[in-house]
């Protein structure tokens, strides 16, 4: 769907890095909104329009050799004690690796802003703070993902808070950008990790694509054929339709599976 608005998208995200948005604080407002939903959600809005569309498992990698990264949040759950923290629960996967894990995010800070070429009737803003989540120790391979986070949104007519998709054709479009390291309980080890909603923040040695995330061919073996096939990239390597199946498997519905990373 994307690649069909690439003209359009090319335009408007030229015309968006140029412009510079003076933006207010939100921080005091936000404690009045559960958003615990940004992270959540299996759909969304485009566009500001009717279209939806369903939202893809974000993506990621870990380690310097840019290894297959997946991750799902199961709940987001807000601190009825603190309307700025959300109590997160989830599973990673790497390989064939799944552990649980538990932990929160914090938000620090939150701004809006309006941008006069673009969507002027709406109020958008972004959200960004810190994460810690604890993967369960009794499984193996496992460790603490901490760091930092940004999330985007936007406030409609009626003042309800969405997930913002408003620029989804852009080809610079991302949301729920995480980045960190993940440290090992054992041995102390530390990973760079980091995801994201279509796009993964600091990954330009890894992403060499213009419309959308695209897998440069040196890190393919690292768990990132599957995806380039159900994507287009080598149809010929593998059957498209067992690849997009696969893609869309809901892993963190299986049974846990421990293997060292």
């Not at 960004?128 to 901490?146: C, H, N, R, V, W």
């Not at 995330?213 to 393919?220: N, P, Q």
Request: charged share 25%.
């Amino acid at each position: 769907m994307r690649q069909i608005f690439t003209i359009v998208g090319l335009l408007i995200s030229g015309l968006v890095c140029a412009q510079q948005p003076k933006t207010t604080n939100f921080i005091a407002e936000l404690t009045k909104y559960d958003i615990s939903h940004l992270w959540t959600l299996n759909k969304f809005q485009v566009e500001n329009d009717t279209t939806i569309v369903e939202r893809k498992e974000p993506l990621g990698y870990i380690g310097d050799n840019y290894q297959r990264f997946y991750i799902h949040f199961c709940s987001a759950i807000q601190n009825p004690k603190n309307k700025l923290e959300y109590f997160i629960c989830g599973k990673t996967r790497v390989r064939n690796n799944i552990c649980n894990f538990q932990g929160k995010l914090i938000i620090k800070e939150a701004k809006i802003y309006k941008t006069e070429d673009y969507f002027p009737e709406l109020t958008q803003g972004s959200v960004l703070g810190t994460y810690e989540f604890f993967e369960d120790a009794k499984q193996k391979g496992t460790g603490i993902l901490s760091g930092t986070f940004s999330t985007d949104f936007y406030l409609d007519e009626k003042g309800q808070l969405k997930y913002n998709a408003l620029l989804f054709v852009a080809d610079t479009f991302s949301n729920n950008l995480f980045e960190g390291i993940w440290s090992n309980y054992m041995s102390k080890e530390t990973k760079k990790c980091n995801w994201g909603d279509y796009r993964i923040p600091d990954s330009n040695e890894l992403d060499g694509g213009t419309c959308e995330f695209m897998v440069k061919s040196k890190y393919a073996t690292n768990g990132w054929i599957g995806y380039m096939i159900a994507n287009g990239a080598s149809p010929d390597r593998m059957d498209i339709i067992s690849a997009q199946k696969e893609e869309n498997r809901k892993w963190w519905l299986e049974d846990d599976k421990t293997m060292n990373r």
